[in-house]
Each structure stands twice: as C-alpha cells, then as structure tokens.
C-alpha cells in the first residue's frame, strides 16, 4: 500500500438529494449512485447504500421486500443528517477501498451560505474521515464544470435543477452575485405526474414509475402527438394497472414545475443591476443539473426570459466536474474557498 493510497486521494463530491458524484484528482468521475439508504422496515436498520439495493426497489417512496428507501441528503431532521454521514462515509470508502484513508475532499455550499451552513458541510466531510476540506460556491462549481472560464468578467446566469431545488445565481469573474432558490426540480415533475393519474384516472403511480414516463415523453415545450404507457395501482385494492397518458399531459404535469423556474430567473434578472443584466442578455443562462434533461425546458426559458439558453454538455455531472476541476488544481480550490463576503 502506497502512502499515497493510505493518505487518500483528492476528491470532489457532489452530494446531491437525488444523486452523489465522486471526482477523483487526474482520473474523473468514479462513483455516480442514486443518495439512498435503505433500511429494514421492522428494525430500521441500514440494510445498504446507493446503488447495492435489495431486489425490486427501485421506488424510493414505497417498501420493496420489508425494506424502505430513503433519499436523506438536503432533509431536516437528526436521521437525516446522521443518514447523510453514513452515505458519504460510505461513497468514500467505495472509492477508496481502504478504510483509514483520509482523503481531502472538495464540496459545494449554498451560494447564499450561512457559517452554520459552511460549518455543516465541513462537519459531515470530517466525520466521514477526510483530512482537509475546500468549500467552493455551487453556481462557481456548476460554470467551471459546465466549460466556462472562471476569470471571465461579464455575468451569466446559472440555473441549476435538482431534485428538490432549482438554484439560480448570476455569476461575473469568482463572484456570485444575485441568487434565487426555490422548491422545483425533478421531484416535483414527478409529483405532479402522479397526481394526474390520480385525479384523471383514480390510480395511484409511484415516483419510479413517474420517473420514467417522464423520461420517456416530459415536454416543456410542444407536446408530441404521442402515447406512454404507465405502471399504476388501484387504491382500494392495491392490484396493478396500466394507464396511458399523452404527451400532452406529461406538459400539463411539467408547466407549474417549469414555471416556478421561469419565475426565478426573471425575478434574478430583475434584481441585479443593470450592467449585469446587460451581461445576461448577451452571454445568457447556463443549465445544468439532471432536472434540466426535460425535454424543451431550455426552449421555454429562452421564449420566456429572451435571453440565450444552452444546456451544459452533461449535466447531470456539471458540479462533480466543476468541483474536480478545483480538486486538480488546489490553488484554485483555495482561491475559491468559500468564505464570508
Ligand atoms: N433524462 C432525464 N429526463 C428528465 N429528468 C431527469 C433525467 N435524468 C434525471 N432527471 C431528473 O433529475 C433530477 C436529479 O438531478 P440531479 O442529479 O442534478 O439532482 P441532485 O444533484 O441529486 O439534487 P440537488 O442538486 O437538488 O441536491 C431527478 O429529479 C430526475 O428526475
Ligand atoms: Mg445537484
């Protein structure tokens, strides 16, 4: 065992509510797991972690074979937070295949951070063993991972959608300016799918079966002529059924969703000054994050907001990549750490 191995490696993690990614310095992404502990529904023990879940639960919301999946990163309450330990304690011996190393780690905080917040963070990387810390802001990690240039002055907005959250923040040079965070994401696209069928057809879909005809046919934007089929229970008796449903009601269940987006971002726009709106209007709004992967998402935003819109390359990994660019260059890291402004 090489010092190098046992001292640990430099990672960047993305501790999503959805998703975790792991960057490793020199090497790129090498872990990329659903954020999911599972437990025994009887003891409430922790049966596994992230991917490595028993047979037949792919629903995080409901119990497959006496077990319970639980998404607890960005959750409020003590199990939440004492789950989320135990998850990137355990990514990153899963990275590292070797229990006493201590690696240093680089993770995002809320733009608009707290001390409390910052301190959070720097608690749960230390609990789960890491040597040294580096904090970065979220949107600077999502611009450096989605391609742009850190140095730049002129501002560009960040949308970033997650699973629970859309964070927006306009972003000049290492600075992170006007920031919005509101309750959508991929989540709530699912939600409101499941309550569809429920109030269109009386049955009851669960969020891996919503989450799927989402991928399949969710439309921000024009609506194809075209049909997909869903997995759904009868309430009262709990058998299985089927529903189709239409393109056109998979944008239904989008709009309230991709809405409270667009208002987001116009309320940003509104509120910084002038110069940079200026910015905005020329260099435009970024996406990335997974709920960006709807289809027509980055279309609408462009009719409402009349700015230019692109879509990261990939953007589900946007911030894991940001984040591993600052953990290649710790200078940079250090230069961005966030601190109290
Ligand atoms: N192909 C796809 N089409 C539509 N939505 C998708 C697709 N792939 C992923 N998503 C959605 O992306 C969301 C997760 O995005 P992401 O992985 O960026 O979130 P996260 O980083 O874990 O969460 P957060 O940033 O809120 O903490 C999920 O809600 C999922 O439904
Ligand atoms: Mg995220």
């Known amino acids: 065992m090489s010092l190098f191995r046992l001292m640990g490696q430099d990672l960047a993690v993305d501790l999503g509510a959805a998703g975790t990614r792991i960057y490793s310095r020199g090497r790129g992404i090498v872990l990329d797991e659903p954020s999911i502990v599972t437990c025994d529904t009887r003891t409430g023990k922790i049966v596994s972690y992230g991917a490595d879940r028993p047979a037949g639960g792919d629903d995080a919301s409901g119990p497959a074979g006496g077990t319970r999946a639980v998404r607890p990163v960005g959750g409020s309450d003590a199990l939440d937070r004492e789950f989320t330990q135990r998850l990137l304690k355990h990514f990153l011996r899963k990275v590292h295949a070797h229990p006493y190393a201590r690696p240093r780690v680089v993770m995002a905080v809320p733009d608009d951070s707290t001390a409390t917040d910052r301190r959070d963070v720097q608690d749960l990387a230390f609990e789960a063993d890491a040597r040294q810390i580096y904090l970065v802001r979220h949107a600077l990690a999502a611009a450096l991972g989605a391609g742009l240039p850190i140095g730049e002055p002129a501002g560009v907005m960040i949308i970033d959608i997650g699973h629970h959250t859309t964070r927006i923040a306009i972003v ?14 991929g989540a709530h696209v699912n939600g409101s799918i499941a309550r569809l069928v429920e109030r269109d057809h009386g049955l009851i879909v669960g969020d891996g079966d919503a989450e799927a005809a989402k991928h399949g046919l969710g439309t921000a934007w024009k609506p194809l002529d075209r049909q997909v089929t869903v997995r759904a229970r009868v309430p009262e008796t709990g058998h299985e059924s089927r529903v189709t449903l239409t ?31 200026a910015d905005v209007a020329t260099r435009g709004a970024v996406l990335v994050g997974g709920g960006s992967l709807v289809r027509g998402l980055g279309r609408r935003l462009r009719a409402r907001l009349g700015v230019p819109v692109r879509r990261a390359e990939r953007p589900r990994e946007s911030v894991a990549l940001g984040l591993g660019h600052c953990a290649d260059d710790l200078a940079l890291a250090a230069r961005l750490h966030a601190v109290r402004r």
């Open 172 to 185: 000049a040079g290492d600075r992170v300016l006007t920031t919005r965070s509101v309750r959508s994401g």
């Open 247 to 277: 393109a056109q009601d998979l944008y239904e269940a989008t709009s309230q969703p991709a809405d409270v987006i667009v208002r987001a971002a116009i309320s940003a726009m509104d509120g910084c000054p002038a110069d940079l709106a």
